[in-house]
């Protein structure tokens, strides 16, 4: 199947700093890609879909001041969560819609901060 | 987004078949059926999806029911390996998962 490559798989952060995961598809070109976070023991849930060279579309309840997305390029697309606290720990996911439609994931990025 | 309903967790010997279930009656006419497998500290990783035939690939089968309102993932032979959370979404374009059912798998 198709290859997300998700960078870095892990972080620590400082409370108040920003930190940015990127997510690339390796094989294809994706139009549209995902991002989720999930807590411990819970779902992934479903946090913005991005388009390339659009703005991304937020669900409800997510701050789209303090996750910001950008999907510049056909293969790319970045997640920065903002002035980070200890509440926004957790394990942050893309995907990246295939040619059929079925979508792949990158491997996550554990996010901690201290 | 299609509501789904999944059993919490089942449980299946090593190297036997397991049908894992997944109602979905609320599924729109053009909502494709995904099924997705996660396992610890992992991204999901597409597993088969279909429309409104019966699906097979090298992972698994998919029994889509004739009304869409269910369908079954099919593993033939289970092994340890996959032991996962699987999901089942029907979507458009747009993936929302459920709670999902816990797979063990005893050897």
């Known amino acids: 199947g198709a290859v997300v490559s998700q960078h870095p798989s892990r972080v620590i952060c400082k409370s108040g700093t920003s930190v940015k995961i990127e997510c690339r598809s390796l094989d294809f070109q994706a139009t549209t890609m995902f991002w989720y976070r999930q807590f411990p023991k819970q779902s992934l849930m479903l946090m913005a879909t991005?388009?390339?060279?659009?703005?991304?579309?937020?669900e409800q309840g997510v701050e789209k001041d303090k996750f910001l997305i950008n999907h510049a390029s056909l293969t790319l697309s970045t997640l920065t969560v903002t002035s980070a606290h200890p509440e926004d720990s957790s394990f942050y996911i893309c995907?990246?819609?295939?040619?059929?439609?079925?979508?792949?994931f990158g491997q996550g990025t554990r996010l901690t901060v201290v | 987004d299609a509501k789904t309903t999944q059993p919490n967790s089942m449980e299946s010997n090593e190297e036997e078949p397991v049908h894992l279930p997944c109602n979905h009656s609320?599924?729109?006419?053009?909502?494709?059926i995904h099924w997705y497998r996660q396992l610890p500290s992992q991204g999901p990783e597409y597993v088969i999806h279909g429309l409104t035939s019966n699906v097979n690939n090298r992972m698994a089968s998919l029994a889509i029911a004739e009304d869409r309102k269910s369908s079954t993932l099919i593993l033939h032979r289970a092994t340890l390996r996959d032991a996962a959370v699987y999901y089942c979404i029907p979507t458009g374009n747009q993936f929302y998962f459920g709670t999902g059912t816990s797979l063990t798998v005893i050897p």
């Open positions: 609320t599924i729109s006419g053009t909502d494709y």
């Open positions: 995907s990246a819609l295939g040619r059929l439609s079925e979508a792949f």
């Open positions: 991005s388009n390339e060279g659009s703005k991304a579309t937020y």
